[in-house]
Structure formats: C-alpha cells, structure tokens
C-alpha cells in the first residue's frame, strides 16, 4: 500500500501550516500546507527543505496525523506527538496515543506559540533537560538523519500491565479538577454562548445538506487595542496537558511561564463584516471546554490505537489480500471501527492520503507465553487481544442504549483473542462480539438502578431488531446470543422482549440461551458461569475459529458469540473471558500441549481479559468495570464488593454531570451532529441521540394523527406540523414546553397532544375554522439565560385566536371506555392519558420542568373561558430550534445568517397563510372583519376600524420575559453551568 507517513515536521509557515514527511520511507512524499482561516488542505506548492524547516525553530515533529477539528470558533490540527508499542502482529507493530498536540490554524502567531509550547514540553522531557536530541532537534534533519530508520522516534516506553483498577480519567476532569481550569469556568458564565448553525429548522422537510461558508473570526482586543487573554488561548494551553497527563499518573513539568513564549504583538487580521457579539460569543463559550474533552478523549484515555502498515479494524479472518497493496489503507480499513474518518476528511478530499492515518478505538495488549508440549518441550507461543468499539451508535452509558432504525447497538465491540503459534508461523483467531440489546429503550441516567422503558411499537422494534440481526449474519455467520440480564426484575423489561423477538425470527442461524446471570452467580459465586458453559459451551467448538497458516487462510470462523447484559460490561466480559478461555484451551490442546499444564499457564490470561473490560468500561461509564477482581483472580471476595460499590456510584455521578457534553464531543469528532450541538447543550446541559431520525418520527407523529383524529373522511387534509406549545393551554410561557402536532384540514384545525414514546395521541382539540378569529405571529422569547435564547430571529412563533363554539371537538385518550372530557378537566385527564414520567419526553429531549409556571405575561392576551363553556380562547405554538443532527454538507457549520428572515420565521409565515388561505375559504367575507373601538377615552362607541387577520406582533418580548424570569430560574440555572462546567 502507499506508505503512510510515520514522522512529519509541522512548519509554521506565512500563509499556513506545512506538513513536511521525515524519514527514509517518506521520500518521494508530497509535502502539504494547511491553510490558515480556511483550514483548505493542498499540496505545497513549493518543497521546504527539511532541515532549513527545523532550523527555523517554529517548527516541531509529530508521528501522525489525527485529522483536522473545525469549530464556529476556528480549526486545528490534531497531531500525534507521542505513542507508545503496545503489541506486534505479524512483525507490524500496533501503537497506543500517548499525546497529541492542537495546533491552531487561525493565523501564523497563534501557530507559533502553540508549537512553541510543544516543543518546551518536549525539552522538558529530555532526561539531561535539554531539546529531545531524536524528537526535536535541528540537527536531526541533517542528511546523516535522513538515511536512519523512520521509526527512531521518541516514543513513550510500553506501559507495563497494571491489572489493577484506575481511577476515571473523564471523571476526575469533570468532578475533581474543575477548578483548575478557571478562565474556562469563566468563560462559560459568559452570556454570549455559541451563535451559529441555527438557521435550519428541524421539521418534517429536513435534508441531509446545509450551506457551508467559511467564517472568519475576528481577533478580541481590549478595548486599547491589545491583545486579550481570549486572543491568546485559541491554542490550547499546556495547563491542559498537564491535567490530562497527572489524571493519568504522568505528569511532566511544562514550565511556569509559557505565555511568554507567544508572540507578543499579535496582529489583527482581516475579516468579514459579521456580528461581532456574535463572534465574540462563540469564540469564548464551549471552545475550550471541546478541546480539553478532545484531548482527553483521543490522547489522555489511552483507547486510541493505530498502525502504520497493519488494519487493526479487521480480524485475521477479514484482512485484505496483498495484491491490494496499493490501496491506501484509510481506504482498505472497516468504517464500522474507523473513529476518526470525519477528521480526516480534508486529507483525503485533498489527495493527501499519505497523511491519513486511520484510528480505532478499543483495546489492543499482548502477552509472550511458553508451555510444555505432551513431550515436555517448550512451545513458544504469543496472544493477542484486540477489541473494537463501533463507531455506529458510538457513546456514552444511558445516553447510548439499545437500537438504532438502521440495527446499530449500542456500546457493540468486535473482540479478536489472536493465537500465534511462532515456531509454526501460523494463527489462530477466535472473534466474539457484545452490544446492547437490539430494542428501542432509554433509562434515565438519574438512578442508581433505572427502569428501562420501552419505545415505540412493535413494528417499528421488530424492524431494528431484524435489521440488526441480518447485519450480524451478513458479517459473521450464525449467531449465538447469550443473554445476562434478570429474568423477574426491571431488567425482565427488555428481556423478555428480545427473547420474544429472537423467537419470533424463526431463523435457524440465531440461537438464543437466556442465563440470569445475578440468580445463577447469587452470593458472590461467579464460577457458576461453568454451568453456561456445561449448556452453551460446545458452541466453540461448533463455530470455531480461524486458522492462517504461512499466510494462507486454512479454516474460517463459521458464526459469532453475541453476549450481552444491561450494559454489556460487567457480566458481559466475565462470561466472555470464559468463552476465551475454552477456545484457547482446545486450540492449545489440538497443537499437543499438555493439559495438565493449561490451568497454571494461562493465569495471565484472565488479567489482560480484566483490563480489557476496564477498558471498554471507561469508555463506555467513565470508570472500570465491575467484577474485575474475579476475572482476575477467578475469586469474589468482600474488598471486590465494596470497590463495586464505588465505581457505581462513581458512575452514578459521571452519568448525571460529565456525560452529556462528553457525548456531544464524541458525536461532533464523529461527524453525526452539526455545531448547533453546543447551542443545545449550553440552553439545556443536556444532548440528544443523532441515530433517531427526528423527522421520520414526525412525519410519523403528523401521520398517526391526521389518522386517528380526522372523523369526516370528506375533510382534505392540508398540512401538518409539529410546534412547541405551552404546558398549560391558554397561556404563554408555562414550562415545561411539549411538542404537538397542529393539522390543518378544508374545515378545521386540530390542536394534537402526542405521546412520542407510545405513538399514540393522548388528546385533540378540533376548532371549526369559521371560529377562527385572527393570527398573531413574532419573537416569542420563552427563556433568557442563554444567547441563543434570546435571539429573535430563531425564536418565533404564533397565537391562534378563537372562539369555542359547539360544533368543536374535544377528546381525551383516557384507556377506558370514554373519551370525552370537559374542558375545566382536560389537562388533568391528558396527563394522566400519558403513562407516567412520559409526558414530557417527546422529540425534544432535554426538556426540564420549572419550579415555578410563569403565567402570561401582563398585556398579553389570555382570556379565560366564561361560565357557559364557550368564550374567546387562544393557542400558542412556537417554531422548533434547528437541528443538531443534520449534518453539515461542508466540513464548517452553515455560517450565521445575515438574511432578514429565518427559516423559523419563514415556518411560521407559511403556516399563518396557509390558516388564512383556509378560513377565507370557509368564510369569504373574513376581509371585512372589524374591530369596535369604544374605550371611554375615545367617547366614540360607532366608530369601526379595519382589523387584520394576520397581525405581526411579538408573542413574547425580550424584554417581556426578562421580567418574568424569575432570580430563582436564573440562580439555578447559573449552578448548574458551575457544576457542567
């Protein structure tokens, strides 16, 4: 294949970054510049002669390339800057990140001080506490240098196996270190929050496209005309390294004045005439915070491996044949484990594949093992294990769960334990895989032992759940699924469907063995498991293995363990570590090792099995997995137990505080969500699930009601739409806001209370069109704690004035015999139409219910309804945000919109006509109407004047729901960014 660059010299250079290839297997290698504003990736136009580019001194090397990360606020380089050998397969090693390095691509100066700050880490580094003489050194690039292998690199010496438990890197960041970063908790109070992608609304007629301009954000100057601190710390500080690092024990001096390395006559560049509050805001809220999460996501986790001239992402079974060895291998990788394929993007668009050095996350050891054959001669013999975590339905526990419509589960990790027999040159690979059970369900991350609760119908689960399961077949053969989870507790929810559903398959490929894991194990007795094995384990020897010998496959894998419990974690791994062991046990056994001798070496055997469930745990809870000291030690003891304990509360509180923003930072590197991720999660501290198609399910949502609440089949049905309104009828600004669903018929409209969880309508209002009274549409402001919040031109909305008249309909879906309900009753009986802790769930997620409903704001109209029943009434519905999870045609966010007119505001026009267009229909005369002024100043009771049906007016001002915005609203708001933050 053509050779990846394994060392590249990064140069600040006038117009942009050069990536300059090092090394013997390097030449003939094009350099590359990356353009500064721009992030535009192309061939240099000229060569910079390597060792003239290390004498420059702004300058620094890196052993890879991780891609580019492109924010409203700028872009920068991800480089690798420190790795560490981990395993070797084949004579090809495989490599864990250790460090990366974020170089800002905003100008040249910010560039410059950002290397500067890498290259002092490096000195610091050095043993002798000069400049690392093989890492950074001018001298190294010399013609003598050239001619070295182009692996001489500094790299960080192998880790040794711990086998022990460790503390959450993401945990400790979120929850213990948080006041070491300050000026970014500073930040985040700012009241400027991220202004940009908010242009696309997310109703029914979403597209997979947005616009893509480039925005070019101006430099922050005091007002003297200095450089501010803002201007400054685009680039990430080395503060941010050293807390990564000492999360995970490796903290290393950076040096105490780092700032004085920056440049100090920053100048200002040329930029587009924008908003510059706009700017300013999204330049000094989440940026830093997503590249701290970056960092340590990529680098401080230790989860991201990498390989030069191997596919880590395919099993032996799986890898390319060598005559498609000019393929480059970001291209001959599996996208299904192929992490950082979106920031890689630029690169490959660009032709530079030689730069495009593929990422997996997982986990990857290897242990050195000899073992007496039945002779008594030693057998030298070398294991692998390598697991791959999906980058489908990729995340973070409770936000995570279950299926996606395409069969995606969640937390799904493809598991190789590789035998290599080296006296024999031959192979043996045993692939097993967990993920979540393939059914639509959430728990909520607020307590300690949720309920799952079941989503959507049967039809729709049944169609994920054989979706999934043609996706296992396609890829593995039979399957053999082993569920864990409880069979007569909360856990039974969702257990008892996916034994349903596999029953129902009626497929003779997908076995189905339910072990209850909790009952069988009761008392702390884990060797228990041995009775699974005793009714299941002879599905080893039935599925096999795959054997290659001297290259060539001999024997293939004919199906796959699919083992699974509630978080396919804890339980999961002890029970596949067994499964492990059994294969490795027969395998060994057939290459005439005596198996008298297995038990006692192979005990090294079950602490790698342990730290690889530690390592899918942190990256899936945020802490180590459960049990792990009787998957090391093959005992559970009291001290296990009450370590557990800890880590579950551990997770408790990362599942609550850290989680949410940590999931928008992994959707947003994944290329599943826009920018407007952030613009959510500042208003809410909370982020949605990109994998639910949130139009379908309204388009859905508009259907099953134009269905269920339409009587007269003679009614033409003219459009539909889902809104936001108000918790309380009649009124304003009552939180929680709900989405509905508002149909437009030749002869009525139909106000829908939806149950998005059951797919059911829970109540409907009819309103004859003829007591349709008029229209209000404008800035409807339902809160003002954030920037976005109070942007007039995103949040729009209208009123429906009219008058209850006989001929309307309202019912409520109360499960019973009746539906009709009065109207002083109807609130109460919808709610209880929607099962409990439902009602507010819906599409929108992230709704949080107020302590105080703030009523209609004085002045505004809410009338209330007459003794008799029937009086003047109003409907108020508010334009849905944009949505997150629209992907971004171009690699930047649309840029912020300098029209006059929203596409909310566009939404909302379009509705009002087409209500109008309707009612003129109904009553011809609606032009007519008039409005009798006889207020006591006027004197004048006949006097009529001319009233429009459509009235542009603010449904909520600004400055109306300022004053309504209670201190307590807004001090429990500001905690709660403190403690996100």
């Known amino acids: 294949?053509?050779?990846?660059?394994?060392?590249?010299?990064?140069?600040?250079?006038?117009?942009?970054?050069?990536?300059?290839?090092?090394?013997?297997?390097?030449?003939?290698?094009?350099?590359?510049?990356?353009?500064?504003?721009?992030?535009?990736?192309?061939?240099?136009?000229?060569?910079?002669?390597?060792?003239?580019?290390?004498?420059?001194?702004?300058?620094?090397?890196?052993?890879?390339?991780?891609?580019?990360?492109?924010?409203?606020?700028?872009?920068?380089?991800?480089?690798?800057?420190?790795?560490?050998?981990?395993?070797?397969?084949?004579?090809?090693?495989?490599?864990?990140?250790?460090?990366?390095?974020?170089?800002?691509?905003?100008?040249?100066?910010?560039?410059?001080?950002?290397?500067?700050?890498?290259?002092?880490?490096?000195?610091?580094?050095?043993?002798?506490?000069?400049?690392?003489?093989?890492?950074?050194?001018?001298?190294?690039?010399?013609?003598?240098?050239?001619?070295?292998?182009?692996?001489?690199?500094?790299?960080?010496?192998?880790?040794?196996?711990?086998?022990?438990?460790?503390?959450?890197?993401?945990?400790?960041?979120?929850?213990?270190?948080?006041?070491?970063?300050?000026?970014?908790?500073?930040?985040?109070?700012?009241?400027?929050?991220?202004?940009?992608?908010?242009?696309?609304l997310q109703g029914i007629s979403w597209k997979d496209e947005s616009g893509g301009e480039q925005i070019r954000m101006k430099k922050m100057r005091s007002p003297n005309g200095t450089p501010t601190e803002e201007a400054t710390e685009k680039a990430v500080s080395p503060t941010l390294d050293e807390h990564a690092q000492e999360s995970q024990g490796e903290l290393t001096e950076t040096g105490s004045d780092t700032a004085a390395q920056a440049p100090a006559d920053i100048e200002e560049t040329a930029s587009e005439p924008i908003d510059e509050e706009v700017v300013e805001g999204v330049a000094n809220s989440l940026t830093p915070k997503l590249l701290r999460t970056t960092k340590i996501l990529l680098s401080a986790s230790r989860s991201f491996y990498f390989s030069y001239d191997y596919d880590i992402t395919r099993s032996i079974a799986k890898q390319s044949p060598a005559t498609s060895s000019e393929v480059p291998l970001h291209k001959k990788v599996d996208r299904e484990f192929f992490w950082n394929r979106h920031l890689l993007e630029p690169f490959t668009e660009a032709g530079q594949h030689h730069l495009a050095l593929p990422l997996m996350q997982g986990f990857v050891a290897q242990q050195n093992f000899q073992i007496p054959n039945k002779d008594g001669y030693g057998r030298n013999f070398l294991l692998t294990l390598i697991s791959r975590r999906s980058v489908n339905r990729a995340g973070l526990r409770y936000l995570r769960r279950g299926v996606d419509e395409s069969g995606n589960v969640?937390?799904?990790?493809?598991?190789?334990?590789?035998?290599?027999?080296?006296?024999?040159?031959?192979?043996?690979?045993?692939?097993?895989?967990?993920?979540?059970?393939?059914?639509?369900?959430?728990?909520?991350?607020?307590?300690?032992?949720?309920?799952?609760?079941?989503?959507?119908?049967?039809?729709?689960?049944?169609?994920?759940?054989?979706?999934?399961?043609?996706?296992?077949?396609?890829?593995?053969?039979?399957?053999?699924?082993?569920?864990l989870v409880e069979r007569h507790s909360l856990e039974a929810i969702v257990g008892d469907k996916y034994e349903q559903y596999s029953r129902e398959l009626e497929d003779p490929k997908i076995r189905f063995e339910w072990f209850d894991f909790h009952s069988e194990c009761r008392g702390m007795k884990f060797e228990n498991v041995s009775l699974l094995l005793d009714r299941v384990g002879n599905v080893v020897e039935e599925l096999g293995w795959t054997e290659e010998k001297d290259d060539k496959i001999e024997k293939a894998q004919t199906g796959v363990i699919r083992t699974n419990c509630m978080d396919c974690l804890d339980r999961t791994n002890v029970v596949m570590s067994n499964f492990a062991r059994r294969a490795l046990e027969i395998q060994l056994t057939r290459l005439d090792i005596d198996p008298a001798r297995l038990d006692k070496s192979l005990n090294f055997m079950n602490l790698i099995w342990a730290d690889n469930g530690d390592a899918i745990s942190k990256q899936y809870s945020s802490t180590a997995a459960l049990k792990g000291?009787?998957?090391?030690?093959?005992?559970?003891?009291?001290?296990?137990?009450?370590?557990?304990?800890?880590?579950?509360?551990?997770?408790?509180?990362?599942?609550?505080?850290?989680?949410?923003?940590?999931?928008?930072?992994?959707?947003?590197?994944?290329?599943?969500?826009?920018?407007?991720?952030?613009?959510?999660?500042?208003?809410?501290m909370m982020s949605g699930d990109p994998a639910v198609s949130i139009s379908k399910v309204r388009q859905n949502a508009i259907e099953t009601s134009a269905r269920l609440v339409i009587a007269d089949s003679n009614e033409e049905m003219i459009g539909g739409w889902s809104l936001l309104t108000p918790n309380e009828e009649n009124t304003l600004r009552t939180h929680p806001f709900k989405e509905v669903v508002l149909l437009l018929t030749d002869a009525a409209l139909y106000f829908?209370?939806?149950?998005?969880?059951?797919?059911?309508?829970?109540?409907?209002?009819?309103i004859a069109l003829e007591n349709i009274k008029g229209l209000q549409y404008g800035a409807y402001i339902t809160s003002t704690l954030t920037s976005a919040q109070v942007d007039e031109k995103q949040n729009v909305g209208l009123i429906i004035k009219y008058a209850t008249g006989k001929d309307d309909i309202l019912r409520i879906n109360t499960r019973s015999l009746t539906a009709n309900v009065s109207r002083e009753s109807a609130d109460i009986a919808a709610e209880a139409a929607v099962s409990p802790g439902e009602e507010d769930k819906g599409v929108s997620q992230g709704d949080t219910k107020s302590s105080t409903d703030t009523k209609t704001p004085a002045g505004d109209p809410a009338p209330s309804p007459p003794a008799d029943g029937y009086g003047d009434r109003i409907l108020a519905f508010k334009a849905i945000s944009a949505d997150a999870t629209i992907k971004a045609a171009s690699r930047l966010p649309s840029p912020i919109r300098k029209s006059a007119e929203s596409e909310e505001e566009t939404l909302i026009l379009s509705i009002c006509s087409e209500i109008e267009r309707a009612c003129r229909t109904v009553n011809p005369g609606l032009g007519d109407t008039v409005n009798k002024d006889d207020t006591a100043e006027s004197g004048n009771t006949s006097e009529q004047t001319p009233c429009p049906f459509i009235e542009k007016k603010d449904v909520v001002s600004v400055q109306e729901a300022k004053k309504s915005t209670g201190l307590l609203e807004q001090v429990g708001y500001s905690i709660r960014r403190w403690v996100w933050a």
């Open 410 to 483: 969640a937390n799904c990790v493809e598991t190789e334990q590789l035998l290599s027999d080296i006296d024999k040159n031959a192979e043996y690979s045993f692939v097993q895989m967990r993920g979540s059970i393939p059914i639509f369900f959430q728990q909520s991350p607020y307590a300690l032992k949720p309920k799952p609760i079941l989503m959507h119908n049967e039809i729709v689960n049944k169609a994920a759940f054989q979706s999934h399961f043609k996706r296992m077949k396609d890829r593995y053969g039979e399957v053999q699924v082993v569920n």
């Open 752 to 766: 829908c209370k939806f149950d998005f969880a059951m797919d059911k309508v829970s109540a409907f209002e009819r």
């Open 629 to 684: 000291d009787f998957t090391r030690t093959k005992k559970r003891n009291i001290s296990g137990a009450l370590a557990d304990f800890g880590l579950t509360l551990t997770r408790f509180w990362n599942n609550i505080i850290g989680d949410f923003f940590t999931q928008a930072v992994i959707d947003y590197l994944l290329g599943n969500v826009s920018a407007q991720v952030f613009v959510e999660f500042e208003a809410k």
């Open 1 to 200: 294949m053509p050779g990846l660059v394994r060392k590249v010299l990064i140069l600040a250079a006038i117009d942009g970054l050069l990536l300059l290839p090092a090394g013997p297997r390097s030449r003939g290698q094009s350099q590359t510049k990356i353009a500064y504003k721009t992030a535009a990736v192309n061939a240099a136009a000229t060569e910079t002669p390597i060792s003239q580019a290390a004498a420059s001194g702004s300058s620094f090397e890196a052993v890879g390339i991780a891609g580019v990360l492109s924010v409203p606020s700028g872009s920068w380089l991800i480089a690798i800057t420190k790795r560490s050998p981990v395993a070797e397969i084949k004579g090809r090693q495989i490599f864990v990140i250790t460090d990366i390095a974020l170089i800002p691509l905003e100008s040249k100066s910010e560039a410059e001080a950002a290397i500067a700050r890498v290259r002092a880490k490096f000195a610091k580094r050095s043993p002798n506490g000069n400049a690392v003489e093989d890492a950074d050194s001018d001298d190294e690039y010399d013609a003598d240098s050239m001619l070295s292998s182009d692996d001489d690199v500094n790299d960080d010496p192998p880790r040794p196996a711990s086998h022990h438990r460790s503390k959450s890197t993401i945990a400790e960041d979120v929850i213990g270190r948080k006041g070491l970063y300050g000026r970014f908790a500073e930040r985040w109070f700012s009241k400027r929050g991220w202004q940009v992608d908010t242009n696309r």
